[in-house]
């Protein structure tokens, strides 16, 4: 089924293109199950504007064999919709080869944290703005928190007493990195922008 569209409708106000019709073709590029995606993209976005979109296919391998999987993440007018699918082997409960996805649609307003990590090649030789070899995007809301732990000290080093533990508790819901040399400085470049249309969207606090 592919994407519904609005048809020009702006929920948020705003006069934006609706991008439908061009994460329909960035799903189809990839040949990865198209129909499969995009059904699962379609069934979450709901008939909402999009705003932004990214699509990233990325081969693993798994002794012989390679396995796919393919991340899209949208932005609507009210959410963010992370959409995960796999491929996986016959095993006992379905013999034969299979796909999974899963669907995650979070409100804009919950979206706690939207990191960002550019990472430069030579910064010291470019006589002017180099574009990044990688980057990351790392977006929080809550679902996930990590808690990193260690021992507690003071500023005496002769002091052997227990001071307990300190550590930070993250949010770390969900991580993507793309590369130049893996990817193609337009994935790079695709990332950045929709981090930075997200990111201008929760600090609106829509």
């Given at each position: 089924?592919?994407?519904?569209?609005?048809?020009?409708?702006?929920?948020?106000?705003?006069?934006?293109?609706?991008?439908?019709?061009?994460?329909?073709?960035?799903?189809?590029?990839?040949?990865?199950?198209?129909?499969?995606?995009?059904?699962?993209?379609?069934?979450?976005?709901?008939?909402?504007?999009?705003?932004?979109?990214?699509?990233?296919?990325?081969?693993?391998?798994?002794?012989?064999?390679?396995?796919?999987?393919?991340?899209?993440?949208?932005?609507?007018?009210?959410?963010?919709?992370?959409?995960?699918?796999?491929?996986?082997?016959?095993?006992?409960?379905?013999?034969?080869?299979?796909?999974?996805?899963?669907?995650?649609?979070?409100?804009?307003?919950?979206?706690?944290?939207?990191?960002?990590?550019?990472?430069?090649?030579?910064?010291?030789?470019?006589?002017?703005?180099?574009?990044?070899?990688?980057?990351?995007?790392?977006?929080?809301?809550?679902?996930?928190?990590?808690?990193?732990?260690?021992?507690?000290?003071?500023?005496?080093?002769?002091?052997?007493?227990d001071h307990g533990y300190t550590g930070v508790l993250a949010s770390d819901d969900f991580s993507l990195r793309v590369s130049a040399a893996a990817d193609g400085?337009?994935?790079?470049?695709?990332?950045?922008?929709?981090?930075?249309?997200?990111?201008?969207?929760?600090?609106?606090?829509?």
């Amino acid at each position: 089924m592919p994407l519904r569209t609005t048809h020009g409708r702006t929920d948020d106000g705003d006069r934006s293109v609706d991008r439908s019709v061009d994460l329909q073709a960035a799903i189809d590029r990839t040949g990865y199950y198209p129909e499969v995606v995009s059904d699962s993209v379609g069934a979450s976005v709901a008939g909402e504007q999009v705003v932004s979109f990214f699509v990233h296919h990325e081969p693993t391998f798994d002794r012989d064999e390679v396995r796919r999987h393919l991340s899209v993440l949208v932005l609507t007018p009210s959410r963010l919709i992370i959409v995960h699918t796999d491929e996986h082997a016959g095993d006992d409960l379905l013999p034969e080869p299979y796909t999974s996805t899963s669907s995650e649609a979070i409100r804009l307003s919950a979206v706690t944290s939207v990191v960002v990590t550019r990472m430069v090649t030579s910064p010291a030789k470019a006589k002017c703005p180099t574009p990044p070899a990688e980057a990351v995007i790392t977006l929080g809301w809550g679902g996930v928190s990590r808690v990193d732990l260690e021992p507690a000290g003071c500023e005496d080093p002769q002091c052997d007493a227990d001071h307990g533990y300190t550590g930070v508790l993250a949010s770390d819901d969900f991580s993507l990195r793309v590369s130049a040399a893996a990817d193609g400085t337009d994935a790079v470049d695709r990332l950045l922008s929709f981090a930075a249309q997200l990111s201008a969207r929760t600090h609106a606090g829509a």
